[in-house]
């Protein structure tokens, strides 16, 4: 078999996985490169159908060009789109104006997450991260408990092997599902060029600048890059050792900014 | 809503990675072969800093992430340190251990790899076993100086029973020993032995430093006398694991769908291939049909026919209306799995919790589920020595592997691991995690139904036999409670347990009876029958009366031995001036006041057991500690008489 289609049919075996396992799943959905993989992966899994509800964390401070995509491929995908805003936050002032970027990234993202969950009473997430993202995500599970208050237990995670995974979680409890944990970003471009999988506009150079890495917009900045297609992206890819997430700030503000951010929710 | 500024990206840094120059930038010309390595070896044998190495040496670190370690090397004072160009968390840097598994890639001009990277630490091994489980191939790192040590024996005996075959042997830090190829051949000539015992074929042995990067991507010119390959030209040699194309179609049913018009049976094909037209019977359950359809999303303009292979995802409708469900594997109608409920397996067991014998426990194999009965556990296997321990008893805990013998209590389909290994693999759960694996070698064949009689029949339903557990003791010995945690412990168990309280019969079947030597022997007389009625039923029944006298004693076990129910004597043992402290029914206040006579310790006597099967004394054991004992006793008790192993190979 080749690569792509082992990791397509692994992906699609643990989408169908979470589906069964819990009684009311969501998928996390930014609309950046790794979700839109995502949501074509549950649309071959399900053979058309996206069963589950599709969720956007809004956070405000989205590209105006990303909220038209997510106009557009709720019509095209047909799924059911639920956005949700941590309007109380947002109320009390709270944004990149005001605030630092972990705090922001906090409230709007995490707390926000935390407060759909309860909303609608999501027992699992499915999201789009990567193994390869960050050393701290190399170190997830498929199926990864997070407990009441989100927490991952990092030091203690459950074992998972022969296709058999945490698909029951305790009150208040939710599991994280991550089909795409084992591949790496130029597994997704590869995938994206080969499935031809619509994308924003801006993960494609204008003016020599490009986005590799899709977050709130005050926090984003582009690379330089000419690549006007995906097979100009994989050949930027090939040669670069500098990370995916380097034009994200909030990652960086701090030392551990990261493992802090997700051992307290963050996606 | 601020807007972007796009802001001019950083200049790429011009220092080069310490501490010693990147070899250059390779040509990448986007290998599409992947291999999958996991690293084991004892803690501290240098796993995170060969990976590390490698990383580095293949050019696959991250711009940055060199220099940035190098700072706080130096900050510390410290030598720069190739393992924390993995180890991601706070923990790990600051205790330099790995927690738990990591994946990275790195590449060379033919292949990608992903390194699965399991500590050694002891405590860690779920996560060895949870990243060795997928890989294709291992690396076992070996400390020249230390030699083999236990964990290094653990993790080839854990490899060799999670099916990996593909093994390189790194013997590392051969800079602390001078190159020394004496060195080198000993651990060879150990390792080479241990292995061919678990049969296992080590394709390399690699004598290596990764802290100074010798002999991996080159041999070193320090150990001329090793003519052998660079530990990354061996790995190159390593075949990814192909999917079982060939063999007899395995459809592992997770779902069937039903979101429009049609009805998609979705599963993963985990053995030969699936096409349109092919016949298909779902086992267990033995329901044939042919394949309609195979169902893609979007929608090819031709069809697709098939044939869709081993490993892949597959969604197909059938030509017939058949009842299939999660659970059936859909299979070659010519050649099936094997259905069955009672099964060897050698298991391993990771959680903290030990795997009990008698008790019942979920298993999941494949998609299915079921509630197995660890009927026997024949033997453990010492990873060091390969050889069976002496004495199981009954338990098999955390990071042990023992033979075992599990019934489920409705047929399971599978084949045996040595045939198509992903279809003989079972985990079973422990607090809704997983708590170990297995791999079924044989099916058991069940003995006739009909020839085996009402009692057996019982304890087939139930997964045990009756018998009596009879406590003895002074009132406020302490026979209540110890009867009630035994009870709610084999009842935790899946043991159905009951207490036949004195207090209670003594409202009820003995109501008549007073406290006369005549009566207290009528009374612990229908006591007994009483209880061998219900121990064959399948009960263990713990029997918790003062019953004074040994003649009394005696009589009731011989009479359970006469009607073959199994029986056991504890003796519930405290000093008379603790019972009497205790008085919870304030019964010895009354007895010394005059208000009761005949009372056993005050004006009655207590005849003490002289050999009783357990002893506990409640004044000095916990009770949680004496509830342990005593069911280790009432399980033991209460197993089946062990058929002769008449395990038929399949």
């Known amino acids: 078999m080749r690569h792509l289609d082992e990791l397509e049919s692994q992906s699609i075996y643990l989408l169908r996985e979470a589906f069964h396992g819990f009684e009311k799943p969501a998928m996390l959905w930014s609309m950046g490169k790794d979700s839109n993989v995502l949501v074509w992966l549950a649309k071959k899994a399900f ?15 989205e590209f105006p060009e990303m909220i038209e995509f997510r106009s557009w ?45 309860s909303n609608y ?53 939710h599991v994280r599902v991550q089909p795409l944990l084992d591949w790496t970003e130029i597994d997704i471009w590869r995938y994206l060029e080969r499935a031809k999988v619509p994308l924003p506009g801006m993960y494609f150079s204008r003016g020599g600048m490009r986005y590799r890495s899709l977050g709130c917009m005050p926090i984003t900045k582009p690379v330089r890059s000419n690549a006007m297609s995906i097979s100009d992206i994989i050949e930027e890819l090939k040669v670069t050792r500098v990370s995916e997430r380097s034009g994200r700030a909030q990652d960086h503000h701090e030392r551990n900014a990261m493992q802090k951010l997700r051992a307290k929710g963050f996606m | 809503m601020s807007t972007l500024s796009p802001t001019t990206p950083r200049p790429a840094p011009e220092a080069q990675a310490a501490p010693a120059a990147q070899p250059a930038a390779p040509a990448k010309p986007a290998p599409q072969d992947h291999l999958d390595l996991v690293v084991v070896g004892h803690v501290d044998h240098g796993k995170s800093t060969l990976i590390g190495r490698l990383l580095f040496d ?36 600051a205790q330099n251990i790995t927690m738990d598994t990591t994946r990275v890639p790195f590449r060379t001009a033919s292949r990608v790899f992903t390194i699965i990277d399991a500590p050694g630490h002891k405590e860690f091994l779920k996560n060895m076993i949870t990243g060795a489980a997928s890989a294709d191939a291992a690396v076992l790192l070996v400390d020249a100086l230390e030699g083999l040590r236990e964990q290094s024996r653990r993790h080839c005996f854990l490899l060799s029973l999670l099916g990996l075959r593909q093994i390189l042997v790194a013997v590392n830090k051969m800079d602390l020993v001078d190159y020394r190829r004496e060195v080198f051949d000993g651990i060879r000539a150990e390792l080479g032995e241990y292995l061919s015992r678990l049969g296992v074929e080590p394709a390399h042995f690699v004598p290596i430093s990764a802290k100074l990067g010798e002999g991996l991507l080159r041999r070193s010119a320090r150990m001329p006398w090793y003519t052998g390959p660079a530990l990354l030209e061996a790995l190159g040699g390593f075949r990814s694991s192909p999917p079982a194309t060939g063999g007899p179609l395995r459809m592992v049913v997770q779902d069937v769908y039903r979101f429009d018009t049609r009805r998609i049976v979705a599963g993963l094909v985990e053995s030969g291939s699936v096409s ?55 299979s070659d109608p010519g050649d099936k799995p094997v259905e069955g409920r009672i099964f060897t397996a050698r298991v391993f067991w990771i959680h903290k919790t030990p795997l009990r014998i008698g008790e019942l426990i979920p298993l ?32 098999v805990n955390v990071h042990e592997v023992a033979e075992v013998r599990l019934r489920v209590r409705r047929a399971i389909a599978f084949d045996a691991a040595g045939r198509i290994p992903a279809l003989g693999r079972f985990v079973l759960m422990r607090d809704r995690r997983i708590g170990g694996g297995g791999v079924i070698d044989a099916l058991v064949e069940e003995q006739a139904g009909t020839s085996e009689g009402p009692a057996a029949s019982r304890a087939a339903i139930l997964g045990h036999r009756g018998c009596i557990v009879w406590m003895t003791g002074l009132s406020g010995a302490g026979k209540s409670t110890l009867a009630k945690g035994l009870e709610a412990r084999l009842l935790g168990s899946g043991v159905l347990a009951m207490v036949l309280d004195g207090d209670v019969l003594r409202t009820g079947l003995s109501k008549n009876l007073g406290f006369t030597p005549d009566d ?16 064959e039923a399948g009960v263990v029944v713990i029997a918790a009366f003062i019953s004074p006298y040994r003649a009394d004693r005696a009589m009731a076990a011989e009479r359970a031995k006469e009607r073959g129910v199994p029986y056991a004597e504890v003796y519930v043992n405290a000093p008379l001036s603790v019972c009497e402290g205790r008085d919870p029914k304030q019964l010895y206040k009354k007895a010394r006041e005059g208000r009761i006579p005949n009372f056993t310790g005050v004006d009655a006597p207590y005849e003490a057991p002289l050999a009783p099967d357990i002893e506990v004394r409640t004044d000095r054991e916990p009770a949680h500690e004496a509830i342990e004992r005593l069911a280790k006793l009432a399980i033991d008790l209460s197993l089946p008489d062990d058929q002769s192993d008449s395990g038929a190979n399949i």
């Open chain 1, 121 to 173: 009473g999501f027992d699992a997430l499915i999201t789009g991260i990567r193994r390869d993202e960050d050393a701290t995500r190399a170190k997830e599970r498929y199926f990864s408990p997070r407990n009441a208050d989100f927490e991952w237990d990092y030091k203690d995670q459950p074992p998972e092997f022969w296709n058999h995974f945490t698909t029951e979680s305790g009150p208040g409890e």
């Open chain 2, 364 to 395: 999941r194999i494949g998609t299915q589920r079921a509630e197995a009965r660890v009927i026997g556990i024949h033997r453990k296997l010492d990873a060091v020595t390969l050889e069976g321990g002496s004495g199981t008893g009954g338990e």
């Open chain 2, 276 to 330: 349109v037209g092919d016949p298909v019977e779902f086992v267990p359950g033995g329901k044939r049909s042919r394949v309609k359809s195979i169902e893609t999303w979007p929608e090819l303009a031709a069809r697709a026919q098939g044939p869709v292979g081993a490993g892949s995802s597959v969604a197909v409708t059938l030509e017939d209306e058949l009842f299939v469900e999660r659970g059936q594997i859909g």
């Open chain 2, 520 to 535: 207290r022997s009528e009374n612990i007389r229908r006591a007994t029958e009483l209880a061998i009625h219900l121990a």
């Open chain 1, 47 to 61: 053979c058309g159908h996206i069963p589950f509800p599709v969720v956007h964390i809004d956070t405000t401070y």
């Open chain 1, 73 to 117: 491929a709720k019509e095209h995908y047909g799924f059911d789109l639920k956005v949700w805003v941590n309007v109380e936050a947002r109320n009390r002032g709270i944004g990149y104006e005001t605030t630092d970027p972990v705090t922001v990234t906090h409230e709007l993202k995490t707390v926000a997450l935390q407060q759909c969950l």
């Open chain 2, 58 to 93: 293949t050019n696959s670190v991250e711009e940055g992430k060199a220099e940035r370690i190098e700072a706080a090397c130096k900050a510390e004072g410290m030598e720069f340190e190739y393992a924390f160009l993995l180890d991601a968390l706070l923990e790990e840097q």
